[in-house]
């Protein structure tokens, strides 16, 4: 069974709109990441969680934002969607933000029109 | 800067062939992962490694501080190892990854 759950896993939609990507984690961790990767980059960090609190952000645009209703859930907000969008959202954890091993999600693969 | 990089970039073996996989940094170091990305995109933890040697089944971990770089030692690879190899460093902020080596093992 998956430890980390990302929903929805293939997402398309329309420059302009308004996405909200899932990711629930049960390994009972007090860390979360997102992390992006594009066919034109490597895999790149976006936001960090400890505590439900934002520890680290690596994303200029303030059309991201993470939301984190609970312990275990870190979903990401994304408004004003762009073609430059398109890419696959990995959602991570550890049990803290030390050095910790991290665990990521399946994966969305979130393509703008 | 990049704080991660690896080499090579791309590699292609033969089946049976070894690998020695790269990954240099250029910051302090409290923790180096080892991660297999598969062909469809998921990821793997193959390693969590941030100091010395470690081994699992083929692959071979070794990660030296004071050089700043750890390398993956894949032995007699097979067409199923094929795919990409991250490296993610981990100092004071979250980790951060490499461009990665995709590799490419021939039968």
């Known amino acids: 069974d998956p430890k980390i759950i990302q929903k929805p896993k293939y997402l398309v939609a329309v420059t302009g709109s308004e996405k909200i990507l899932i990711c629930e984690q049960y390994l009972g961790h007090n860390a979360m990441y997102w992390y992006r990767q594009s066919a034109k980059k490597p895999l790149e960090f976006m936001f960090s969680?400890?505590?439900?609190?934002?520890?680290d952000n690596q994303t200029a645009s303030s059309r991201f934002q993470p939301q984190s209703s609970k312990k275990n859930h870190l979903d990401l907000q994304i408004t004003a969607l762009k073609p430059d969008d398109s890419a696959t959202y990995f959602c991570?954890?550890?049990?803290?933000?030390?050095?910790?091993?991290?665990?990521f999600g399946s994966g969305t693969r979130l393509t703008v029109l | 800067g990049q704080q991660v990089q690896q080499s090579p970039a791309s590699l292609v073996l033969q089946e049976g062939e070894n690998a020695e996989l790269q990954c240099n940094f250029s910051t302090s170091l409290n923790s180096m992962q080892w991660f297999y990305q598969r062909p469809g995109g998921s990821l793997v933890s193959l390693f969590y490694n941030p100091s010395g040697t470690k081994h699992s089944g083929r692959l071979t971990s070794t990660t030296v501080i004071k050089e700043r770089r750890s390398s993956l030692h894949i032995s007699s690879s097979q067409t199923t190892d094929s795919g990409t190899y991250l490296c993610?460093?981990?100092?004071?902020?979250?980790?951060?990854f490499g461009a990665g080596t995709k590799l490419s093992v021939k039968p």
């Open positions: 991570a954890s550890s049990q803290d933000n030390s050095a910790e091993t991290l665990y």
């Open positions: 993610a460093l981990k100092n004071n902020n979250a980790p951060r």
């Open positions: 969680y400890s505590y439900q609190k934002l520890m």
